[in-house]
């Protein structure tokens, strides 16, 4: 095994205290992988940890984050086989007990154990290293491009949305947001042979990114209230005030779903009436499960799912507070940030 002469990681020790230091990468024990990290994201629920704005129960400080990456096995523990070794992969983040009626019916997401994810609760990716239990791994096709691969987490959250609302060829789809979930979820819902694909879009500087991720119209808010009842699939990305009540405008009689955004506590929810009166089927969506990952990885794998496309900035590990003030500053026009080890 080759270790990097300095090993290191970032760490969040309280909220608002970061650092980056030395971190010595743990062998993997029996039935885990040893993972050199090669690319990592950023994403709000990073900043959120940082800011101290996660729920209790959802985050164990001191914490490495990192929960979206990707890497090249170094090594496996028994007994895993090595011909693992070597191989571009990424990996889940939900540590679910595997035998829960959830986990059973494969929910693992919602696992009925307490809650335990990469990045959150166990160290995370924004290291050099990353040791992992290697039935988490989903393998890459040889020649990935590791850097794309790194936002194939957001990537699995979308597809689990998508997965939940099941779009027919030919049906009118929109998606609300075009940040990552959102551009994420555009080219995914693309691939599915769309009659018509709308984003609903508040910044203009995200026209032409929504446009390259396969949509065949852009809305703004205004927009999108005319257009009420239009569209059969929509799919909610943004956590914004007003974007679940948007999406659920949005559908149309008999119309699906799926919200994926966390929005604030006092957040005003969709009309009863509405869903009722209009037989709207509404989903949502936390994390991913495994069958969303290898949705995910598939459409990646045959280049339906392109990430590259959003990734706007690349940050050395050491700078990670300069990662943080460009995602905080609105005329840097980030999307994707990612972290490079």
Same mark, same amino acid.
């Given at each position: 095994?080759?270790?990097?002469?300095?090993?290191?990681?970032?760490?969040?020790?309280?909220?608002?205290?970061?650092?980056?230091?030395?971190?010595?990468?743990?062998?993997?024990?029996?039935?885990?992988?040893?993972?050199?990290?090669?690319?990592?994201?950023?994403?709000?629920?990073?900043?959120?940890?940082?800011?101290? +704005?996660?729920?209790?129960? #959802?985050?164990?400080?001191?914490?490495?984050?990192?929960?979206?990456?990707?890497? =090249?096995?170094?090594?496996?523990?028994?007994?895993?086989?090595?011909?693992?070794?070597?191989?571009?992969? &990424?990996?889940? +983040?939900?540590?679910?007990?595997?035998?829960?009626?959830?986990?059973?019916?494969?929910?693992?997401?919602?696992?009925?154990?307490?809650?335990?994810?990469?990045? #959150?609760?166990?160290?995370?990716?924004?290291?050099?290293?990353?040791?992992?239990?290697?039935?988490?791994?989903?393998?890459?096709?040889?020649?990935? !491009?590791?850097?794309?691969?790194?936002?194939?987490?957001?990537?699995?959250?979308?597809?689990?949305?998508?997965?939940?609302?099941?779009? &027919?060829?030919?049906?009118?789809?929109?998606?609300?947001?075009?940040?990552?979930?959102?551009?994420?979820?555009?080219?995914?819902?693309?691939?599915? +042979?769309?009659?018509?694909?709308?984003?609903?879009?508040?910044?203009?500087? *995200?026209?032409?990114?929504?446009?390259?991720?396969?949509?065949?119209?852009?809305?703004?808010?205004?927009?999108?209230?005319?257009?009420?009842?239009?569209? !059969?699939?929509?799919?909610?990305?943004?956590?914004? =005030?007003?974007?679940?009540?948007?999406?659920? *405008?949005?559908?149309? *009689?008999? +119309?699906?779903?799926?919200?994926?955004?966390?929005?604030?506590?006092?957040?005003?929810?969709?009309?009863?009436?509405?869903?009722?009166?209009?037989? %709207?089927?509404?989903? =949502?969506?936390?994390?991913?499960?495994?069958?969303?990952?290898?949705?995910?990885?598939?459409?990646?794998?045959?280049?339906?799912? !392109?990430?590259?496309?959003? %990734?706007?900035?690349?940050?050395?590990? !050491?700078?990670?507070?300069?990662? #943080?003030?460009?995602?905080?500053?609105?005329?840097?026009?980030?999307?994707?940030?990612?972290?490079?080890?």
């Amino acid at each position: 095994m080759t270790i990097v002469d300095t090993p290191r990681a970032v760490y969040i020790d309280e909220p608002h205290r970061i650092r980056v230091a030395a971190a010595e990468p743990r062998p993997p024990r029996p039935g885990e992988a040893l993972v050199r990290v090669a690319w990592s994201g950023i994403c709000g629920s990073d900043r959120e940890m940082l800011a101290g +704005g996660r729920p209790e129960g #959802f985050v164990r400080y001191p914490v490495v984050p990192g929960h979206e990456w990707s890497g =090249t096995v170094e090594s496996v523990g028994d007994p895993i086989d090595a011909a693992l070794v070597g191989k571009a992969v &990424v990996g889940e +983040g939900f540590r679910s007990c595997g035998r829960c009626d959830a986990c059973r019916r494969g929910d693992n997401n919602l696992c009925g154990a307490p809650y335990d994810e990469t990045g #959150f609760t166990r160290p995370g990716a924004w290291s050099d290293y990353l040791t992992l239990p290697a039935r988490l791994l989903h393998v890459l096709p040889d020649g990935s !491009d590791l850097r794309a691969a790194a936002a194939l987490e957001p990537a699995a959250c979308v597809a689990a949305a998508c997965l939940k609302v099941a779009p &027919v060829p030919g049906e009118r789809v929109a998606v609300v947001g075009a940040g990552t979930l959102g551009m994420l979820a555009t080219q995914l819902l693309h691939a599915g +042979g769309p009659a018509e694909l709308a984003v609903v879009v508040r910044r203009p500087d *995200r026209v032409e990114l929504a446009h390259r991720c396969g949509a065949t119209g852009v809305l703004s808010p205004a927009e999108a209230d005319r257009l009420a009842g239009r569209f !059969d699939v929509v799919v909610e990305a943004a956590g914004t =005030t007003g974007a679940a009540r948007t999406a659920v *405008r949005l559908a149309g *009689r008999g +119309g699906r779903v799926a919200l994926t955004g966390i929005p604030s506590v006092d957040e005003a929810p969709p009309s009863p009436t509405d869903l009722v009166l209009n037989q %709207i089927t509404v989903h =949502t969506v936390f994390g991913a499960p495994s069958r969303a990952w290898s949705h995910a990885v598939r459409a990646f794998a045959s280049g339906a799912l !392109d990430p590259a496309a959003l %990734i706007t900035h690349e940050i050395p590990l !050491d700078d990670v507070t300069e990662a #943080f003030r460009v995602l905080s500053n609105p005329a840097a026009g980030a999307v994707k940030v990612l972290l490079r080890p």
